[in-house]
């Protein structure tokens, strides 16, 4: 099997990753594609940290297992299968799948931290950076931890002032310019996601 492409795909809480993941792996064969997400790769809760409030934070690089994210990384490049249980934000009511990574021509890695993990980075064919204003990802991420984590709107916000936005400014943002496109997306990303999918497919002929 030919060596997969590997694309790094970040941007701040809340710009829009998900949404533009979704529609980039619509846009290939199930076989051609595969995304391997931050997400599934976060400590247990009782090892993330605690701020001074009692409120556990989410929002830093030690929140991520990085070189077991990294590892998987690397071994999905080298053609190989990787395994690993769902990471299902410590909610009772929904259980864990075991996630089968297959390599594929296109791997896909995604989350806030690819980009400042340095053993993640390095592994990385094409860096792409989702951006958005502020006031839309705050919009954004209140209708989505309400909806898919249970906050209050006073939890969402307290978590986005302390947490989330600190994080944006030390660990994201200052490699916002590290990447090799950065697609706006704070009304729509189509045109961006049109130019990424046309140069991904020419990879993937020219193989």
Do not use: W
């Amino acid at each position: 099997m030919q060596q997969p492409f590997i694309v790094g795909i970040t941007g701040g809480s809340a710009s829009g990753k998900t949404t533009f993941l979704r529609r980039l792996l619509a846009s290939f064969p199930e076989e051609d594609i595969c995304l391997i997400s931050q997400d599934n790769y976060y400590h247990p809760r009782e090892a993330q940290q605690v701020d001074a409030q009692g409120v556990t934070n989410f929002d830093l690089p030690a929140s991520i297992d990085s070189a077991a994210y990294a590892a998987d990384v690397l071994r999905i490049s080298q053609g190989l299968e990787v395994r690993r249980s769902e990471y299902t934000f410590n909610n009772p009511n929904v259980p864990a799948k075991e996630l089968v990574f297959r390599p594929a021509p296109i791997v896909v890695v995604e989350g806030i931290f690819v980009f400042y993990f340095e053993e993640v980075a390095k592994l990385l064919d094409l860096k792409v950076y989702i951006d958005a204003r502020e006031h839309v990802k705050v919009l954004r991420r209140i209708v989505r931890d309400r909806d898919e984590r249970g906050y209050d709107l006073e939890d969402v916000l307290y978590r986005y002032t302390h947490h989330v936005a600190p994080t944006y400014e030390k660990y994201i943002k200052p490699f916002k310019h590290d990447a090799d496109i950065i697609i706006p997306n704070n009304r729509h990303f189509e045109k961006g996601l049109e130019v990424l999918v046309a140069y991904l497919r020419s990879r993937v002929s020219a193989s």
